[in-house]
Every structure is written in C-alpha cells, then in structure tokens.
Nanobody
Framework: VQLQASGGGLVQAGGSLRLSCVAS????????MGWFRQAPGKEREFVAA????????YYAASLKDRFTISRDNAKNTAYLQMNSLKPEDTAAYYC?????????????????WGQGTLVTVSS
C-alpha cells in the first residue's frame, strides 16, 4: 500500500490543523493506521492509532485531549485532527499502516509508511 500524507503547514499556537493520509494500492480497510511524529534531533514518537474498522483508537497519553484520529474507509483516508496546537507539536508527521488491523504504538509494528508532512507551530 502507498500512503500520501498532507495537511501540514504553519499555524499559530492555539490553532488547529487536520492531517490526511490517503492510501492506494491495496484494501485500505484491512489496515490499522497510525500517526507518528518526529521533531529535529528527536526520535520518532507515537501520536495515535486506529483499528481497521475504526472501532478502536489509541493515543499517546499526553496528546489524547487535543488530537483525534479517524478514518473513512470509503475514501481510503485516515485523518488526524489537531487542536490547541503548541510550539512543541512542531514536527514532521508520518502516517503508517499495519497489516494485521490492530492498533499499535510502536513504529516497528507498522509495515508501510508515508512521507512526512511538516507541522510548524509558532508562538
């Protein structure tokens, strides 16, 4: 499966962005989807994941009150709604697909990755 992430940009602190991840190539609804982020000089960090059906979600504890993951299997798209953004949210955000359909928080559990979309939050 090929993944294409988009929706990043420059936003002021307190603002919102919605990231999208469009999948192509194989049956999107079979995959769990995850979002990770990586700031300069830091390791890749788990953000959120959603099961193949969308019935289960999983968040990094520090982000669950501000970020929401969702998916539309009819559109082969996963989303990450980010609200109340802070400068420390600045990072490249990556979407990933896991072929067992099970939510996971570890990068090595994911089988396919999209390119990053850069989010910059100004203070």
């Amino acid at each position: 499966v090929q993944l294409q992430a988009s929706g990043g940009g420059l936003v002021q602190a307190g603002g919102s962005l919605r990231l999208s991840c469009v999948a192509s190539g194989r049956t999107f609804s079979a995959y769990a989807m995850g979002w990770f982020r990586q700031a300069p000089g830091k390791e890749r960090e788990f953000v959120a994941a959603i099961s193949s059906s969308g019935g289960a979600t999983y968040y990094a504890a520090s982000l669950k009150d501000r970020f929401t993951i969702s998916r539309d299997n009819a559109k082969n798209t996963a989303y990450l709604q980010m609200n109340s953004l802070k400068p420390e949210d600045t990072a490249a955000y990556y979407c990933a697909a896991e072929d067992q359909g099970i939510v996971a928080g570890i990068p090595s559990e994911y089988d396919y990755w999209g390119q990053g979309t850069l989010v910059t939050v100004s203070s």
